[in-house]
Structure formats: structure tokens, C-alpha cells
């Protein structure tokens, strides 16, 4: 086993790991029916933790490939757009996601539904894009 594929790996790992908390605790908060707010703002921790990881770990692919080969990696097209709808979808995720912690105890409920309902659309769009983003490129 070399370093660069283990470094990899390590990241992937983390990226994995992000992605489930963002749209498993977003789907649970809903799903099969509303949680209790104290379950729904822990599930917005997680989800919020969820986004910082996919950010975090989706810059670390990047440091990895510069640090192994002096250069991010060479993507274009579809892939080049796939990368900025992801970014876009964890910007939207992080921002409900806090929104929600700061605020959702003078919410009601719709307001709730539709925040877990703009989380659970952020997380759902960044999967495909990824599955985009490692098909082209």
C-alpha cells in the first residue's frame, strides 16, 4: 500500500461518512414522521457536521492530488460543473443547516418541514453530482 492511496482512501472515508449524515439526518428528521424538536436540532448538528466534512474532505482530494502530483486534478466539462453544483449544494446546506440551529425554536412547524426539506434537496443533488463528478472525470 502506497501513501497517496492511503491518503485517498482516508479522505474518501470522511467524504462517505459526510454524505450519509447529511442525508440520512435530514430524511430521519422527516421520516417516517417528524421528530421531536430537541431530535430534530441534534439532527441538525449532525447534518450541519455532515456538510463541514464533505467541505473539508472535498478540499483534502484536492490537497492530496497537488501535494502527490503539483497539480489539482486535471477535470473539465461535466465534471467541472458537477464540482461547482456540489460546492453550491454544500453552501446551501451549511446555511440552512445553521439557519436552523440559530432560529428553528421561533419556527413553526412548516417552517421546519421546509428547511429539512431544502437539506434533504441539498444533500440529494450533491450525491448526484458526485456520481457525475467521478464518472467524467
Known amino acids: 500500500m502506497n501513501a497517496e492511496n492511503l491518503a485517498y482512501t482516508a479522505v474518501q472515508v470522511v467524504h462517505n461518512f459526510g454524505a450519509a449524515a447529511v442525508v440520512g439526518g435530514a430524511v430521519f428528521a422527516r421520516w417516517p414522521t417528524a421528530q421531536d424538536p430537541v431530535v430534530q436540532r441534534w439532527l441538525a448538528w449532525l447534518v450541519l457536521a455532515g456538510w463541514v466534512a464533505q467541505a473539508a474532505s472535498g478540499s483534502l482530494?484536492?490537497?492530496?492530488?497537488?501535494?502527490?502530483?503539483?497539480?489539482?486534478?486535471?477535470?473539465?466539462?461535466?465534471?467541472?460543473?458537477?464540482?461547482?453544483?456540489?460546492?453550491?449544494?454544500?453552501?446551501?446546506?451549511?446555511?440552512?443547516?445553521?439557519?436552523?440551529?440559530?432560529?428553528s425554536a421561533r419556527w413553526g412547524d412548516t417552517a421546519r418541514r421546509r428547511a429539512w426539506a431544502a437539506l434533504t434537496g441539498a444533500g440529494v443533488v450533491a450525491l448526484t453530482a458526485a456520481a457525475f463528478l467521478r464518472w467524467f472525470s
Open 61 to 103: 482530494f484536492g490537497a492530496v492530488s497537488v501535494h502527490y502530483y503539483g497539480q489539482f486534478p486535471d477535470i473539465h466539462g461535466i465534471a467541472v460543473a458537477a464540482l461547482g453544483i456540489k460546492i453550491a449544494a454544500a453552501v446551501v446546506g451549511v446555511a440552512v443547516a445553521a439557519a436552523f440551529l440559530r432560529l
